[in-house]
């Protein structure tokens, strides 16, 4: 094609370049969280009123109340609760895998050498939270919730950085996203591996081959979303009956759902330009009638968007406005005595919060630096990473839900009581104390010379 027979750009939107594609999602993504960070706060301080009031004989009771079906032999029937924890967070944790699937892929752990440091503080703020736990329950009936100081929520974290605004550096807010994002992968791990009970085989075979199913429907082209959903639901059944915690089915999906679209952007601006020429008088390029013409272009705008875009936009949320709180309002209501603070496994789970997280992502930061493997973001100081580190000892919704795992009755009751005054420590201090490192915005010349 020539020069002069070349089409000209679309003047009606702005330009797109390759680093928008990564730019929006964050930012839909950080628009979000921040939002559900506060919703969070709202529905936790809610269910915490309704567990230490006069009515709270009858909110206990409402998350107990059971109800299931039957399907010939099969039978499930479980408590409220059991399904907001099993069922809906499975949801919760599949968007966690495109999440990670997503910056795999295209975001900031895409490039092993950017990941380093995020990864490798991840890993410090997974060791020693874990280690200084085992140092206080080692031989005691919590020991088996040593993965609840592991993990960072990153709802109340961006809510936190929300807070202080543009102020905080744009190298502090991916550096701690990337961790959390680390975090979560560790806390799936943890979760696959140490809270998994005896293994059904048989089903945990089944399961695997749901999974080999997802691949080859992908590999032969099948991009209708409500067949994955069913090929889901069946996963989702063999994983809860084969002992592996059904919501690790949940997150193999979302690392396994594609990140690119079908459509490219050529194939796309192509069948536009001949849609534009067709409504113009011009005949279909292959002779198709107006429903053929119109259809064309719908799935070409629709497959232009790779299933996890579509998928994370559509569900994210949902999950983030209606599944979390109801998590939420699920487990965080506990009965708080003035001596739960006393008890060991709480003060285990404050330490590893409030303590082990900050020194956990500063030493195993400092150690990669020092070797030369990563180096510090643009506008991150030792001292703002150890503000950004006390604030990921914000535990909330991963620590509640290993919790819920791995303890019973009043264990679990006195870890959630940690994990609760934990995470309210970590971003009280973690925001106070990058509210006072970080820049003061600078003052208008206007208000300068109002006060004169």
């Not at 994002?181 to 799936?188: E, F, V």
């Not at 002779?287 to 232009?304: F, Q, S, Y």
């Not at 195993?364 to 510090?376: C, E, H, N």
Request: hydrophobic share 55%; net charge neutral.
């Amino acid at each position: 094609m020539s020069q002069q027979s070349q089409p000209s750009h679309d003047i009606a939107s702005l330009p797109l370049e390759p680093v928008d594609r990564i730019i929006a999602p964050l930012a839909l993504f950080l628009r979000i969280q921040a939002a559900s960070g506060f919703l969070l706060l709202v529905v936790t301080a809610i269910a915490l009123a309704l567990a230490n009031s006069p009515f709270a004989h009858a909110y206990l009771n409402l998350w107990e109340i059971p109800f299931g079906f039957t399907l010939g032999t099969f039978e499930m029937n479980h408590s409220l609760r059991h399904w907001i924890n099993d069922g809906l967070m499975t949801i919760f944790f599949f968007v966690v895998g495109l999440e990670v699937k997503r910056e795999l892929v295209l975001g900031e752990l895409r490039d092993l050498r950017t990941a380093c440091l995020p990864i490798i503080a991840a890993a410090g703020g997974m060791i020693i939270p874990a280690s200084l736990y085992l140092a206080g329950q080692y031989g005691q009936p919590g020991e088996r919730g040593w993965g609840i100081p592991m993990a960072t929520d990153i709802a109340f974290v961006v809510g936190c950085l929300a807070v202080l605004g543009p102020r905080v550096p744009g190298g502090l807010r991916i550096m701690l996203l990337s961790l959390a994002i680390a975090d979560d992968i560790g806390a799936i791990l943890v979760i696959a591996i140490g809270y998994t009970g005896h293994l059904n085989f048989g089903a945990l075979a089944l399961g695997v081959f749901g999974f080999l199913i997802v691949r080859g429907l992908a590999r032969i082209g099948v991009r209708s979303i409500p067949i994955y959903y069913i090929v889901g639901v069946i996963i989702w059944l063999a994983f809860y009956e084969s002992g592996v915690h059904a919501t690790v089915a949940g997150v193999i999906l979302g690392l396994l759902t594609p990140a690119h679209g079908w459509v490219s952007a050529g194939r796309l601006n192509a069948i536009v330009r001949q849609f534009a020429a067709y409504v113009q008088g011009e005949p279909w390029s292959n002779g198709g009638k107006d429903p053929m013409a119109l259809r064309a272009i719908a799935v070409a705008a629709r497959e232009a968007l790779s299933p996890l875009e579509r998928l994370e936009t559509a569900l994210h949320p949902w999950v983030s406005f209606v599944i979390m709180p109801l998590f939420a309002l699920a487990n965080a209501g506990v009965s708080i005595n003035v001596t739960d603070f006393r008890e060991p496994i709480a003060m285990a789970v404050i330490v590893g919060l409030g303590i082990g997280k900050p020194v956990g992502i500063v030493s195993f930061s400092w150690l990669a630096v020092r070797m030369g493997i990563a180096r510090l973001p643009e506008g991150v100081n030792w001292s703002i990473l150890a503000a950004g580190g006390v604030l990921a000892g914000i535990g909330f919704t991963m620590a509640l839900f290993i919790a819920s795992l791995a303890l019973e009755n009043a264990l679990l009751n006195a870890a959630k009581v940690g994990i609760l005054s934990g995470s309210a420590v970590a971003a009280v201090a973690g925001s106070l104390i990058l509210w006072w490192l970080l820049p003061k915005p600078a003052r208008s010349v206007s208000s300068v010379r109002s006060l004169h």
